[in-house]
């Protein structure tokens, strides 16, 4: 049997040392399936019943963003494939790719079944635990959301199901792309994402993990070694930054594969990878998110401060709701961008680091913004009296707020944590009231 799994690699046809292997999937990162990290919670202190969820949750699992047919990994198959320059490996690669893209052709930008079944469980588990919420005849439940397809899907999902428990809700919808795609209306932002000083640290990482041979080796298996000679440095990054974009993708899309008449091993492209090449890959995937999403070596960087709207409408609406009792929750549905700084600025998961091989003890994107990822503001009134309590979770985990202290955790009382983050605010020279557009326009 080892002869020919030997022979077959020799051949070109599958990396030997992918056979039957079954890797970890802390690799996915940001692509992890999602799953509440908590069953259990801790009761709250005698009399008090919850009153208000204030939420944001980023979309559900979902299919590709961009077509296959378009991708850099596509075009240079076909081209080599013209050329008679595939191995056997590679003409395997490429029909596997053709199979994704028949699978993906109609569902590009949307959520998957997987994604929808996730916000399914999110609103399954919130009615169960905080169903004091939703008693009102006519709960009013204010919606917000991006310009994008798929999270106005995810909060139809999740809309859906909770609509199911609760007695004719009234729901109001509008897109804040201010508050939840606020990374996309800074410019000083745009030039941290795409010059900031992080990048330096990013190729430091790679040198260390031995990036440019992980590639060419996994580039070398496709192509003959009169085609493969061709290739610059450039191509091999681009087909292996695409191969394991396939290969993370295909966790959400497998009832898509099925419906698709296709077996899962026609579309599955792990095999092209070794667990170890997946790791490095997925370390360096963190990191990346690290730099550019998350706390970085600096938590009060513009990587983080960019969440200052969201953080201004979480205590604007919790006020509002304590003054007028108008609105039962709010729920907003976003992405990864938005979630992973706001976890950094609302003292989630903000610890920060400057050695680039310590990255994942001390930050994780398939912890923080695994997909349908969510921090949920939970406000406790007691029975008879004016005080409140609040309790933070994110991805369903009782969670502490670094900075801010308390006697009865996970409980916070309401006053405390308000002059906290109005302090924080404070801090950005903002508040409340602040007009965002234009805050943002300027941010440096």
């Known amino acids: 049997m080892k002869k020919l799994f030997a022979a077959l690699y020799f051949f070109g046809f599958i990396p030997f040392f992918s056979i039957g292997q079954t890797c970890k999937e802390s690799f996915l990162g940001s692509k992890t399936l999602y799953q509440s990290q ?3 919670y801790i009761a709250p202190p005698k009399g008090y019943l919850p009153v208000f969820i204030n939420h944001v949750g980023r979309h559900g699992a979902r299919h590709l963003t961009k077509d296959v047919n378009a991708t850099y990994i596509y075009q240079l198959l076909l081209h080599a494939d ?12 490429k029909e596997k790719i053709l199979a994704l893209e028949k699978v993906e052709k109609k569902n590009i930008k949307s959520i998957s079944f997987r994604g929808k079944t996730e916000q ?24 917000s959301y991006t310009k994008e397809i798929r999270t106005l899907q995810t909060a139809a999902a999740f809309l859906g199901e909770l609509g199911t428990k609760i007695s004719e809700p009234v729901i109001m919808k509008q897109i804040n792309d201010t508050t939840l795609r606020f990374y996309d209306m800074s410019p000083s932002y745009d030039d941290y994402k795409n010059y900031g000083n992080w990048h330096k640290y990013l190729q430091q990482l790679k040198i260390s993990v031995k990036y440019n041979e992980l590639t060419r080796q996994v580039a070398q298996q496709f192509f003959t070694a009169s085609y493969f000679k061709n290739l610059n440095e450039n191509n091999i990054d681009k087909l292996t930054g695409d191969l394991f974009g396939f290969v993370n993708i295909f966790y959400s899309i497998e009832n898509e594969i099925k419906d698709a008449g296709y077996k899962l091993s026609d579309v599955d492209m792990q095999l092209f990878l070794t667990c170890k090449q997946l790791s490095v890959l997925g370390i360096i ?9 998350g706390p970085d070596s600096d938590a009060n960087g513009i990587q983080v401060k960019i969440s200052l709207p969201l953080l201004a409408d979480f205590v604007s609406t919790t006020d509002s709701y304590i003054k007028t009792k108008a609105i039962n929750a709010q729920f907003r549905f976003c992405h990864a961008e938005t979630i992973s700084p706001i976890a ?3 003292g989630f998961a903000s610890d920060t680091t400057t050695n680039v091989n310590n990255i994942n003890h001390v930050w994780n994107a398939y912890k923080v913004i695994p997909l349908s990822s969510n921090i949920q503001w939970i406000l406790y009134q007691k029975q008879g009296s004016e005080n409140y309590l609040i309790k933070f979770l994110l991805n369903e985990k009782e969670i502490a707020v670094k900075g801010l202290i308390t006697e009865i955790f996970p409980y916070y009382n309401w006053d405390d944590v308000r002059a906290f983050y109005l302090k924080k605010l404070e801090q950005f020279n903002v508040s409340p009231h602040t007009d965002f557009v234009q805050f943002l326009k300027y941010l440096k």
């Open 82 to 93: 013209s050329l008679n320059g595939l191995s056997k490996a590679g003409k395997l690669l």
């Open 120 to 143: 399914v469980g999110i609103a399954d588990r919130m009615f169960a635990n905080y169903s004091n919420v939703f008693t009102n005849q006519k709960p009013l439940l204010h919606i």
């Open 285 to 293: 995937d963190n990191a990346e998110d690290f730099f550019a999403k």
């Open 38 to 40: 908590q069953q259990q």
């Open 344 to 346: 950094a600025l609302m």
